[in-house]
């Protein structure tokens, strides 16, 4: 499964209220939250946090927000840390996501992954072959 394709089932609950032809700068933005819950999680330090339990990266930010703000905010990084804590949590690699159009004018997800500091044992294996190199074909 490519990580485009795993990041795609994470991100779900929230994907389907956005049209297949829609707008690639909203769905970025919509796409903003899950996929920092996702990087906080794989980037936290902390072997000891427990499952559902937010990162502290997470937590420091929570205390920068207004408090009459702050329960809502907490609620939905809860429901996303727990999501992937429950469902996602071998893949454990820090990830971009970015969201634009292909001539079909369809909506695009494409996730690039950062290799872990630890090399590529936390990737799947079969994203470390090496790849061919591509064909340029005379049009």
Do not use: C
Request: net charge positive; aromatic share 8%; charged share 25%.
């Amino acid at each position: 499964m490519k990580a485009s394709e795993i990041f795609v089932e994470y991100s779900s609950p929230i994907q389907e209220a956005v049209p297949a032809k829609g707008d690639a700068k909203e769905l970025q933005t919509i796409l903003s939250v899950p996929e920092l819950v996702w990087n906080a999680i794989a980037m936290d330090e902390n072997k000891n946090r427990k499952s559902g339990e937010l990162p502290q990266v997470l937590k420091n930010h929570l205390i920068t927000i207004a408090p009459k703000d702050r329960g809502m905010l907490e609620s939905m990084l809860k429901f996303w840390v727990a999501r992937k804590d429950l469902l996602f949590p071998s893949y454990n690699w820090p990830i971009n996501v970015s969201v634009y159009k292909n001539l079909k004018q369809d909506l695009i997800i494409r996730v690039e992954v950062h290799e872990p500091k630890t090399g590529t044992s936390g990737l799947p294996k079969e994203w470390t072959h090496p790849k061919s190199d591509a064909k340029i074909l005379p049009i």
